[in-house]
């Protein structure tokens, strides 16, 4: 992943992952993220149902009750509550209202006080959401906020690796490596990323997002600050672009989508605003003329066909949406090039038709 000028930018889309749950006869388990001497697990727990699990051999347990009520090892727990359990003991969940918990595991630290219940602390009001802390010993645990259209600082650690969960909402991730290159990363409710020191990162809320983080010991002395995010608003955080397919994408071939020729310099446009961080939604006519209008007969005929083909062309988009109604002309306030001078737009369609 390394080269001479830090993590490869190629390599930046495998720190995200989409973590597997196995169903279980009580609710569902699954591993969200693995450190180098951390780990972070999600469990559900239905109504009326008991989980029994088994303690790690090396690893204490802290467990945050994101959602829900029941007992732990006989020991009432609900909502934002924790409970920190001993390495090896094998210990129960019994559920009165369905419980999600997340399983922050790390090294047993002496002193450490199980089977007794806390609260968050360390609470931290920012101008962008808000941070609680759950744990914080060799290994740590948070749970992050980030409101709608906000967004942190671009910062990054010389010690510290963190791992995001997306347990709701929508985050824009933003990584900075390479030669000082930003590529942008969305992550929805169910996914994950790793943060290796020494990247540079930033997350803003596509949506209001509930991050649940786990890390090795966090110390402010370890944040350094590369951007303000109060000071200076995350780019790409809103935007959205819309292209065209045939004519825009590719050549104009009159409903004989197999023969298209795709357009390389556009296409490379597209794929740079991708990467920027742009939401890119492809919106195509495709189909609607041979399906009389009828919109879902287009997709239903027409969408697989056309992912294909994108992805041989090796276009990097966020949306397909075919539909679009079929016309000669379309007038847009939003088009590229368009001037709200309606005199000159009557003019222009009158030349066009």
Known sequence: MNTQYGINMDSLGNLITEPIFEKL????????ICGPTFRLEKIRVDAGATADLNGDTNFETTLWVEEGKGSVQGIKIEDFEIITLPPQQRWSIIAEKPITAYLFEGPAVPGSEYLKKTKPFDYREKYWGNIQSIVNKDYAGKRIFVRKGENASLEFHCRKTE????????LLLRLRAGRGEDKFFELKKGLSSFTPPGLMHQRGGLEDTVIIEISTQDEDSDSYLVE?????????????????????????????YG????????????????NKGYKIILHSARFMGRTGGNATEAYNQGYDFTKEQLRGWGVLYHELWLGKPRADIIIDDRAVFFVNDWDLVEKDIDKRL
């Open 228 to 256: 303000d995010g109060k000071l200076h608003p995350m780019s790409r955080l809103k935007k959205t672009i819309c292209f065209d397919i045939d004519g825009c994408l590719c050549s104009q071939t009159e409903g004989d």
């Open 259 to 274: 023969r298209a020729v795709p357009n390389q310099k556009a296409i490379a446009v597209v794929n740079r605003l991708f």
């Open 163 to 170: 791992g995001y969960y997306i347990h709701s909402g929508n």
């Open 25 to 32: 006869n009580w609710g569902e388990r699954g591993t969200l």
